[in-house]
């Protein structure tokens, strides 16, 4: 029997993975500061018989060292964690990162279900995104495949608007990670417009018709729209699994879909990115799946 788990800043979510991949909730609890507590609060979900522990944490793992790093859970932070977790547990241990996870769940039973080359995108507080090849998830150099929110790519005239490359959290300036999310769509609107306005409300305006919100979308929409592009002629994807809170408003993705799809290369009428459907714990579903396969091995 697989334990699913899904592992960010303040909390630890746990499932029973049943026959079929089925998942039983087995609750939550706050995420410890230091690592003895950390094992001990994995072990507490641990149901007799349980053989593998699979996670879905906000970090990146590298596929060469086994190294985690994830500043935001401290207590496993710069671990080789997998391996050190398997000591503590007793137990087979698998640990991916969530958008790597997400875009799992979304090609092996979600929207990308049928397709051979998947590439999940989470629209959240910032960018995130996973590459998933023949249902297995592409980690690549450092555990970083699927990054795309990082990079100094973005046009500096979208649409003939100056946009400044705002420095961003990795060290860079100009990534798309500074304007595709909740809080960058909102720095672009702040810069074009001058007002603070949370995402949800200016998306509400934009549908409503609003002439601003509709200029900020517009340049937004220029300026994701190239880079993702481009991504996806990369990975050759055939479907892209949209997720996170900007994935709630179905008509920016259909319109992030239609200003893709006019600058990749391969065209077609088929939409190319869609709401993810694996709206409710996506980590656990992907974690679960890979530790199914991590384990088969
Ligand atoms: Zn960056």
Redesign the pocket.
């Known amino acids: 029997m697989l334990i699913a788990c899904d592992i960010g800043g303040s909390r630890i979510k746990a499932a029973r993975v049943g026959a079929g991949g089925a998942l039983t909730t087995l609750g939550d609890t706050p995420t410890p500061a230091e690592f003895p507590a950390f094992v001990a609060a994995l072990a507490g979900f641990l149901p007799p018989g349980a053989r593998g522990v699979a996670i879905s944490i906000a970090g990146v793992v590298d596929p060469e060292t086994g190294v985690l790093t994830c500043a935001n859970v401290p207590a496993v932070n710069g671990r080789v964690v997998a391996a050190e977790l398997a000591a503590g547990l007793g137990l087979r241990v698998w640990v991916g990162n969530d958008a790597d996870c997400f875009a799992l769940a979304e090609a092996v039973q979600g929207a990308g279900a049928g397709h051979r080359n998947v590439f999940g995108v989470i629209l959240g507080t910032g960018v995130g995104g996973g590459l998933v090849i023949d249902g297995r998830i592409v980690t690549g150099a450092g555990g970083f495949a699927g990054e795309w929110?990082?990079?100094p790519v973005l046009n500096a005239r979208p649409l003939g608007v100056d946009v400044p490359h705002f420095v961003?959290?990795?060290?860079?300036a100009g990534?798309v990670?500074?304007v595709g999310g909740a809080r960058g769509i909102e720095r672009l609107h702040a810069h074009l417009t001058g007002q603070a306005t949370d995402s949800v409300a200016l998306l509400a305006r934009w549908q409503a018709g609003d002439a601003d919100a509709g200029r900020t979308v517009a340049v937004w929409l220029d300026l994701v729209a190239g880079p993702l592009a481009m991504v996806l002629n990369v990975v050759g994807a055939t479907i892209v699994p949209v997720g996170g809170g900007l994935a709630n408003v179905p008509a920016l993705i259909a319109a992030l879909d239609m200003a893709v799809r006019a600058r990749v290369l391969r065209g077609g009428t088929a939409p190319l990115l869609v709401p993810a459907r694996n709206t409710v714990e996506p980590g656990l579903i992907g974690a679960a799946i890979a530790g199914g396969q991590a384990f088969a091995a």
């Open positions: 929110g990082h990079g961003c959290g990795c060290g860079l990534c990670d500074t």
